[in-house]
């Protein structure tokens, strides 16, 4: 049961331009939405969350959007760098179990 | 450096054979999780710990997956009778009671043969 899905598998943007990575969730007892970078060989790093009372939270460069209604959040990297270059999970909280979504490869073309 | 530290990070191993995967949380970290992760796939957790008391197992881990964390500290997660499908990346992650975020080790990638 895929309760948390990130329909893209990549995404590919201008340096400077803005990137916006997507995730779907349908089970509405998660309380928290997380993202997490990945890069080669290495384990996912947390980035940025939000609690499922608000709906918008912003660390610098990167802000997570979420609409409960439509049960989706996005995360938005502005202005984006080749250094973003990654794959992003969006992850979802209920309890003490966490879903992550399959990824997204995010390219930033200098 | 005080990340997550797993070992080994690589393991080949022949069917049949048992492994066993050693993982150090963030020391004041007192909950640990252990997930498995497969080519186009995010982790799917398998387990997860406070303090030394294993809390919650997902279907994913048969009997064939034992997890322990006996002081409390480090985690190994030992798998008997491998088989084929059980190659996959196995990562370890840390969090601390109350916070969202886990932080996630390099992993231990199994290839059984």
């Known amino acids: 049961d895929q309760q948390v899905k990130q329909n893209s598998p990549s995404l590919s943007v201008q340096e400077g331009r803005i990137s916006i990575l997507n995730c779907d969730y349908t089970n509405s007892m998660f309380d928290y939405f997380l993202w997490y970078k990945k890069y080669p060989a290495e384990g996912p790093t947390f980035l940025i969350s939000i609690s499922s009372i608000k709906d918008k939270n912003e660390d610098g460069r990167f802000t997570v959007f979420l609409n409960k209604s439509a049960k989706h959040l996005s995360l938005h990297i502005v202005p984006s760098q080749p250094g973003d270059s990654a794959v992003y999970f969006c992850?979802?909280?209920?309890?003490?179990?966490?879903?992550f979504g399959a990824g997204t490869r995010l390219t930033v073309k200098p | 450096d005080t990340g997550v530290s797993q070992d080994p990070r690589h393991k080949i191993t022949k069917r049949g054979q048992n492994v066993t995967f050693r993982c150090d949380p963030i020391s004041e970290h007192n909950r640990l999780y252990w997930y498995r992760q497969t080519l186009g796939q995010g982790p799917e957790f398998l387990t997860y710990?406070?303090?030394?008391?294993?809390?919650?197992k997902s279907r994913l881990l048969s009997d064939r997956f034992s997890a322990e964390r006996p002081k409390g500290s480090f985690s190994t997660l030992e798998i008997q009778r491998t088989e084929q499908g059980d190659s996959a990346m196995y990562l370890c992650?840390?969090?601390?009671?109350?916070?969202?975020?886990?932080?996630f080790g390099p992993g231990t990638r199994l290839t059984v043969t």
């Open positions: 992650a840390s969090s601390f009671s109350g916070l969202p975020g886990q932080y």
């Open positions: 992850a979802a909280r209920a309890n003490n179990d966490m879903r």
């Open positions: 710990f406070q303090n030394e008391a294993q809390l919650e």
